[in-house]
Structure formats: structure tokens, C-alpha cells
């Protein structure tokens, strides 16, 4: 298994507060991904990370920011939380299993966020 | 643009087959399936690669038809442990971002 580590593993906190979650791998893969998972939506891609300093923006990215100042580090910040961002966080990983640039992901347990 | 997955939801008795569509309105190079059990992280099961074959996995197979930009997932005489929710992935070539579907969730009943 791929060694994936979030914290903190739950976190309630109350609206306008700034919030960081942390995604910590032990496996040096070079692309790591945010996803928020809400009922009746699935899995939802925020940011991710291509390498160290190389972030793009996913689907859901507004109200978040990203940084990766290390290969194992991946952070997700929320400036000023709202109640629209409670949700289940998830990271992930991932490394190259094909020539033909697809990759399969490998997922952090979860966080789970409550904006009161 | 998020694939679509139907059924939204099935319920099956221990040993039936089931049949979980994705289908997409883009062009797709790579479909990805997952599958969550309750509370718990999303495990990969298979990619499947335009031009590739079915593949398979234990008695879980999918199959991929570029020219309908479809993908179905086969679990063949359902067991207890296959009961979760079922995520399909779609990513256009030469792209690391998956864009999931909302999932189809199954429940396996004895």
C-alpha cells in the first residue's frame, strides 16, 4: 500500500477561520491531487500538484490554495472557511504504471471538515 | 465535464451480476474505475486505455467503447465484499486529472 498520511483526520472549525490540511506521502510520486467528496457529487478535484512549485487549479479550486515546497508535502488552505466548504477531503498519489502517461491514484484516508 | 454513471444505485442479492455504465460527451482517452466501501478511501480496481483490451480482475471485468465514449464494469456472481460505491474516472490523453463520475452505489444483500 502506498503510504499516504492526512491531518488532521477530522477538524470542525467555525466560519471566516483559515484552515490547512496537510497530505504527507513517504513514496516520492511525483503528482499529488486534493479532492472534496460531498454527497450527490462525487469525487471533485480541487488542485494539484505536478512536482515541487508546480500546482494547477481543478474543478472546485475557488476559495482554496495550494503549496508543495517538498516531493512529500502537498498543503490545501482555506483562507476564510464557509459552511459550503464542509466536506470530506481526500488526497492522492500518484505514480506511473503505463508508457502511455495514465496513472493510477492512490488515496489518503480522508479528512473530515465541518465549517459551523 | 463529469461522466455519467447509471444506475445511480442497485441492490442485489449475493451471487447475481451486475452492470455499471460510464459514458461520457467528450472524447475519451483512459477511463478509470474505483471502487469505496463506507467511510473508507477510494481503492483503484482498473484503468482501461483507448485501444487496449477488457481487462479484468478477479470476476470484476470492464469493457471500453471508444467509438460511444462508454465504459461498463462487470461484476460477475456479486459477493458481500463487493458492496460500495463504484466511481468511474475519465482523463483526456497526455493529462494526469481524472474527472470522476458521482458514483453508483451497490449493496450486496446475502
Known amino acids: 500500500d502506498a503510504g499516504i498520511t492526512q491531518s488532521p483526520r477530522h477538524k470542525v472549525t467555525e466560519t471566516g477561520t483559515p484552515v490547512t490540511l496537510r497530505c504527507h506521502q513517504t513514496?516520492?510520486?511525483?503528482?499529488m491531487y486534493w479532492y472534496r467528496q460531498d454527497p450527490g457529487h462525487g469525487l471533485r478535484l480541487i488542485h494539484y500538484?505536478?512536482?515541487?512549485?508546480?500546482?494547477d487549479k481543478g474543478e472546485v479550486s475557488d476559495g482554496y490554495s495550494v503549496s508543495r515546497s517538498k516531493t512529500e508535502d502537498f498543503l490545501l488552505t482555506l483562507e476564510s472557511a464557509t459552511s459550503s466548504q464542509t466536506s470530506v477531503y481526500f488526497c492522492?498519489?500518484?505514480?506511473?504504471?503505463?508508457?502511455?502517461?495514465?496513472?493510477?491514484?492512490?488515496f489518503g484516508p480522508g479528512t473530515r471538515l465541518t465549517v459551523t | 465535464q463529469q461522466p455519467v454513471q447509471s444506475p445511480q444505485a442497485v441492490i442485489l442479492r449475493e451471487g447475481e451480476d451486475a452492470v455499471i455504465n460510464c459514458s461520457s460527451s467528450?472524447?475519451?482517452?483512459?477511463v478509470h474505475w474505483y471502487r469505496q466501501k463506507h467511510g473508507e478511501a477510494p481503492v483503484f480496481l482498473m484503468i482501461l486505455l483507448k485501444g487496449g483490451e477488457q481487462k479484468g480482475h478477479d470476476k470484476i471485468s470492464a469493457s471500453f467503447n471508444e467509438k460511444k465514449q462508454q465504459s461498463s464494469l462487470y461484476l460477475t456472481a456479486s459477493q458481500l465484499s463487493y458492496s460500495g460505491t463504484y466511481f468511474c474516472g475519465t482523463a483526456p490523453p497526455r493529462d494526469d486529472k481524472i474527472i470522476f463520475g458521482k458514483g453508483t452505489r451497490l449493496h450486496i444483500l446475502p
Open positions: 513514496e516520492n510520486h511525483r503528482y
Open positions: 500538484s505536478y512536482g515541487v512549485k508546480d500546482t
Open positions: 467528450k472524447a475519451l482517452y483512459s
Open positions: 492522492a498519489i500518484s505514480e506511473s504504471i503505463l508508457v502511455g502517461n495514465s496513472y493510477e491514484q492512490y
